[in-house]
């Protein structure tokens, strides 16, 4: 736990500290009042509401829309699983400001709904529920799926032999594994509406703001540095609520599962019922993931002869020092590194807390874990600037500041992808080997790595597309000769005229390409069948 518990409490606790005291403190003295102050005020408190109402909301949509999918793609064999898997992965990494304007695209005025029908659905909750649904997809599918694939099918049909209908034995023996999996999802979808800030931005206008766009606006409209440090301390709250609520009502549920190699689970489809809800799934998918980016694609082709993409290859002097194409190698490169330190930092965490003889102490850590994906990217943005800028942490010339801050929202996808698997590995098949002799070390070579193989692939997969599309805190400490991909495309949707939102859909299509393409390795990878559980 000793490098975990030092790159949160230096990278996270003391920038986001740094921040808020800023905020609170006039001439040295702390101006508490001021919580009240601000909590007093009828827009927050709307502000407050909207914020908590909508993340139920999305949750709940997220978790009906997406489940079939995590059961189809999880026990069900057919051409292109693995090409469908990446797909509904690559929304997830899309920075939040191309997401909105997509189904802007889709809902708005001049959208593809009021070209069909006349429908507009812009400035309304239900586009910004949709785009939800569009963005945490993939949360409930991998996390979901990646263990409801592990899941021994036999322990259902057994069930089913004794007389159970499908639907009591999948209620009695398959939702109560999936426990702990499918809260950890509930969670990070929860979390991710809660703070949502470019969706709601671009789709809710003046009417709806969440907490996270309250934040950005008091801080860089308004100029209020109190008022953006009392919502952080709300924000923090209400995470830091959640997370002991989670924490309290599934941990150590993992321990009864029972774990099988996903290749021996899925199967092809048979008979008309499962045929159609392959189907179903499908037209889900193409409606709701592939539509949005259709559309992206097709406005980065409005341009004739490619002219969008050769565009990016020319520095215009204005928006970068460099062509904004280099902010494709950027990305990578950020994206690569951010990853190593997420897998080293979760995979430590979660080997300490999977251990049945850790202390209360550790098993609490699992919840600060999580605080990283809801505390306000931007306080963390600013915390970096202002704690991070002098010796011997004076990072703002350095290139790592960059990875750092997107390995702090990869280590919780790769804790919590890790973490259940962990628990369910037989702690006597660790004592079986340490009792032949084996080291610690080997014990975990040989018993834990086989068996957690899977995991940490796709725990490594989520960590770097969260690290290619994080914006929140990397768009405050990017350097202007160095920007990543999302801050490229947000620069150039700030600015007006066809050619930069043109240049904004080329990029955003070139980070879907390079998403897609890293993801479907990743699926080449998990399906290797050469390892054997």
């Known amino acids: 736990m000793a490098l975990p518990v030092a790159f949160f409490g230096v990278f996270f606790a003391y920038p986001v500290a740094a921040i808020v005291a800023r905020g609170l403190r006039v001439d040295g003295v702390w101006r508490l009042g001021r919580i009240a102050d601000v909590l007093g005020q009828s827009g927050i408190r709307h502000v407050l509401w909207f914020t908590a ?14 489940l079939p999918g995590a059961y189809v793609l999880a026990r069900y064999d057919f051409p292109g699983r693995h090409l469908v898997r ?25 959208g593809l709904l009021d070209e069909l029908w006349g429908v507009r659905l812009d400035t309304t909750v239900w586009a910004i529920l949709l785009a939800h649904v569009f963005f945490n997809y993939a949360v409930v599918v991998r996390t979901v799926g990646g263990l409801w694939a592990q899941l021994d099918p036999r322990q259902e049909e057994a069930a089913r032999m004794l007389g159970a209908s499908p639907f009591a034995a999948w209620r009695k023996v398959t939702l109560p594994a999936l426990g702990p999996a499918l809260a950890a999802a509930t969670l990070m979808v929860f979390l991710f509406t809660f703070t949502s800030f470019g969706i709601v931005q671009i789709l809710g206008g003046p009417t709806f ?43 150590r549920r993992e321990s009864a599962l029972r774990l099988v190699d996903p290749a021996l689970t899925a199967r092809r489809p048979r008979g008309a019922r499962q045929w159609t809800l392959l189907g179903a799934v499908l037209a889900t ?28 290859t020319r520095d215009d002097g204005g928006t970068f020092l460099v062509p904004p194409i280099q902010a494709v190698g950027n990305s990578l490169q950020y994206a690569l590194a951010a990853t190593a ?64 801050a997107q390995a702090l929202v990869g280590v919780p996808f790769v804790v919590r992808t890790m973490l259940p ?38 725990a490594a997969g989520f960590a770097f597309a969260v ?23 947000a620069r150039l949707l700030g600015r007006p005229g066809d050619l ?16 897609a393409v890293a993801l479907l390795v990743l699926e080449r990878l998990r399906t290797d069948r050469s390892g054997e559980f």
């Open 467 to 489: 690290s290619l599309g994080e914006f929140g805190a990397t768009v405050f400490i990017a350097r202007p000769d160095n920007p990543t991909l999302p801050v490229a495309v």
């Open 341 to 404: 330190i997420a897998v080293l930092i979760g995979a430590l965490a979660a080997a300490a807390l999977a251990r049945r003889d850790a202390g209360r102490l550790v098993r609490g850590f699992d919840a600060l874990l999580m605080l990283p994906l809801g505390v306000s990217a931007v306080t963390v943005g600013f915390g970096f600037l202002i704690a991070l800028d002098e010796p011997p942490l004076d990072l703002r010339s350095s290139w790592i500041l960059v990875p750092l």
């Open 421 to 458: 698997v962990l628990r369910a590995v037989d702690g006597r098949l660790r004592e079986a080997a340490a009792v032949l002799g084996a080291s610690p070390w080997r014990v975990w070579r040989e018993v834990d790595l086989p068996l957690v193989r899977r995991a940490l692939l796709v």
């Open 500 to 515: 930069n939102y043109g240049q904004a859909m080329a990029l955003s299509t070139i980070l879907m390409v390079v998403c």
């Open 285 to 312: 998918v193409a409606l709701l993931v592939v539509l949005p980016l259709a559309v992206l694609v097709r406005r980065s082709l409005d341009a004739p002869g490619l002219g969008y993409y050769r565009a990016l």
């Open 53 to 66: 109402w909508q993340a139920l909301a999305s949750t709940a949509l997220t978790l009906l829309v997406a």
């Open 86 to 110: 990446a797909v509904v992965t690559v929304p997830f990494v899309l920075p939040t400001v191309v997401v909105g304007t997509a189904f802007l695209a889709l809902v708005g005025r001049g």
């Open 209 to 251: 703001s969440t907490l996270e766009v309250e934040i950005y606006r008091q801080t860089s409209e308004i100029f209020d540095l109190s008022t953006a440090a009392v919502l952080t301390l709300v924000q923090f709250a209400a995470v830091g609520a959640i997370l002991a609520v989670h924490a309290w009502t599934v941990r």
